[in-house]
């Protein structure tokens, strides 16, 4: 199994701040990574497919990068309706999620 | 509108069996892959099971594996899992996704609101 580790595990931050959550996968996953936000509640929301492809609707201060093993997701300035938790997804071999990186208020 | 449903959740004894269901509606439900993700309280994301459009490629997280099965009926535009001997640790709140393509290079764009489950004497 694929294994994915997200870090940190939370995240202390400010608006308008530059925010970067970084996810590691076990064994190269090529570009079949994807980001999600969840607020509390709620269903989780799709963010970034294929490491950096940027879903219908979300804003572009959210960007995704990586290849293989090691990827990054981006927000270039937090907004308050950005603090929630983030997960990162393979879709190279069945799907996994890490664990989880949650933002919030410094 | 596009959306998902899930339903069947509840509270179960351990050793149990129960039945989610997840009704699809406004796309094209035989297009996609369809699976189950769950969430325990106070927990992260935790997929579940992955059906192909067509049932022929099926998969399963090893903490359920020979326990759950998932299946679907493209003519009901339905998903389920049928769980059986259930455990505490499978108190979760369960959702159903969709792929975003029919080719799966595009994770889940659409998610349900989620079904609980509740495993407890």
């Known amino acids: 199994d694929i294994q994915m580790t997200q870090s940190p595990s939370t995240l202390s931050a400010s608006v308008g701040d530059r925010v970067t959550i970084t996810c590691r996968a076990s064994?190269?996953?090529?570009?079949?990574l994807a980001w999600y936000q969840q607020k509390p509640g709620k269903a989780p929301k799709l963010l970034i497919y294929?490491?950096?492809s940027l879903e219908s609707g979300v804003p572009s201060r959210f960007s995704g990068s990586g290849s293989g093993t090691e990827f990054t997701l981006t927000i270039s300035s937090l907004q308050p309706d950005d603090f929630a938790t983030y997960y990162c997804?393979?879709?190279?071999?069945?799907?996994?999620f890490g664990q989880g990186t949650k933002v919030e208020i410094k | 509108e596009v959306q998902l449903v899930e339903s069947g959740g509840g509270l179960v004894q351990p050793g149990r069996s129960l039945r989610l269901s997840c009704a699809a509606s406004?796309?094209?439900?035989?297009?996609?892959?369809m699976h189950w993700v769950r969430q325990a309280p106070g927990k992260g994301l935790e997929w579940v099971s992955g059906?192909?459009?067509?049932?022929?490629?099926?998969g399963y997280a090893d903490s359920v594996k020979g326990r759950f099965t998932i299946s679907r009926d493209n003519a009901k535009n339905s998903l389920y899992l049928q769980m059986n001997s259930l455990r505490a640790e499978d108190t979760a709140l369960y959702y159903c996704?969709?792929?975003?393509?029919?080719?799966?290079?595009?994770?889940?764009?659409?998610w349900g609101q989620g079904t609980m489950v509740t495993v407890s004497s």
């Open positions: 059906i192909s459009w067509n049932s022929g490629s099926i």
């Open positions: 996704a969709k792929d975003g393509d029919s080719s799966g290079q595009k994770a889940f764009d659409i």
């Open positions: 406004g796309f094209t439900f035989d297009d996609y892959a």
């Open positions: 064994q190269s996953i090529s570009s079949w």
């Open positions: 294929k490491a950096s």
């Open positions: 997804q393979q879709y190279n071999s069945f799907r996994g």
